[in-house]
Nanobody
Framework: QVQLVESGGGLVQPGGSLRLSCAASGFLFSTYALSWYRQAPGKERELVARITSAYEATNYADSVKGRFTISRDNAKNTVYLQMNSLKPEDTAVYYC?????????WGQGTQVTVSS
């Protein structure tokens, strides 16, 4: 059974940092691309960052380029999202995602709130 469990969210002041983690199980982690999405209140879910399996190539939404870094540890079956220079507009529920056999699998999400 595929499971994705996010952690690391919380309340942070503008300009601060957080590191999100997503622990995965139930599939051969090292062979799949992993992604982080976010959904703010009243908005659609959007792709934040993605990391491939081979070569660990990454891509980012324009709104987070230069501030967020996605990485993975295949030995720990975990994908990370390091978020620096956080802004109030980064406030959202952040979700880990993997597509397996054409079907998207999601974690329960972790809330990130950026506010003074």
């Amino acid at each position: 059974q595929v499971q994705l469990v996010e952690s690391g969210g919380g309340l942070v002041q503008p300009g601060g940092s957080l590191r999100l983690s997503c622990a995965a199980s139930g599939f051969l982690f090292s062979t799949y691309a992993l992604s982080w999405y976010r959904q703010a209140p009243g908005k659609e879910r959007e792709l934040v960052a993605r990391i491939t399996s081979a070569y660990e190539a990454t891509n980012y939404a324009d709104s987070v380029k230069g501030r967020f870094t996605i990485s993975r540890d295949n030995a720990k079956n975990t994908v990370y999202l390091q978020m620096n220079s956080l802004k109030p507009e980064d406030t959202a529920v952040y979700y880990c995602n993997v597509y397996i056999s054409g079907r998207g699998r999601w974690g329960q999400g972790t809330q990130v709130t950026v506010s003074s």
